[in-house]
């Protein structure tokens, strides 16, 4: 066996002694209940613009991008903008990719790769600021509920022609809404992509956890994502990606269009 196949065998090797290691599984759920009591996850930037983020799944991310290769990111969630700033930075690591393998200029204003962010209340600060950031030319954003038909249509309108779709399902963590978003944006996810669909931890924590949320166990998107797939044979759960991680909001969100 050369060393390439070696390496990615033991790998796989160690993910899957990890999905029998229940002392492991305990203590990284352990980890991201203390340190979610803390705001551990409010404690970081991407290129200036905070991202409420774990490190983990920023990574998780990039290495989702960088294995689709798409041209549009679609994410429901802007707060501060900073996983818009991530998505598209990503898409420019693409185009530079793209280039240097052609043997071409890169010209970043010619690029049709592009992050679409929806939020039913972008505040103005957070706006100004992402739209003067140097990322701004690939970002566009939507303002409005991501389940009102209105704004599901602008983003099907905007989808339009794109070849390969990412989805980001990060607003309204409860059962009903994140089932209208699976619904909306899930079929614009193409074959081999993902529907990416955060905290469905929140599932997985004690109940009352989040005292001043609407969403609980037994109402948030780990129940949502159970009840959709049940009718989408067409999507299947990544479960390497969340025994690699480990520590990570999306366990059972990582949904990969078959392909």
Known sequence: MNPVDQFAQERRDRL?????????????????????????????????????QYPQDMVAMQELVWRVRPDLIIETGIAHGGSLVLSASLLALL???????????LDP??????????????RAHNRAAIE?????????MIQGSAIAPEVVQQVRDFAQGYQRVLVCLDSMHTHDH???????????V???SYCVVFDTFVEDMPPK???DRPWDVGNNPK?????????HAEFEIDTEMEQRLQVTVAPHGFLRRKG
């Open 109 to 122: 204003r010619a690029s049709r790769r592009k992050v679409l962010g929806v939020d039913i209340d972008i």
């Open 95 to 105: 185009d530079m990719s793209d280039a240097i393998e052609a043997g071409t200029t």
């Open 190 to 192: 193409t074959p081999g």
């Open 223 to 231: 129940t949502a994502v159970h009840q959709w797939l049940a009718g």
């Open 16 to 52: 899957a002694g990890y999905a029998q290691d229940t002392a492991f599984q305990t203590l990284s759920r352990d980890w991201l209940q203390a340190s979610m009591q803390r705001q551990y996850v409010y404690n970081f930037d991407w290129m200036g613009r905070p991202i409420i």
């Open 209 to 211: 956890f989040f005292a």
């Open 132 to 140: 003067a950031h140097p990322m701004a030319s690939r970002i566009a």
């Open 178 to 188: 994140v089932l209208g978003e699976l619904n909306a944006y899930a079929p614009l």
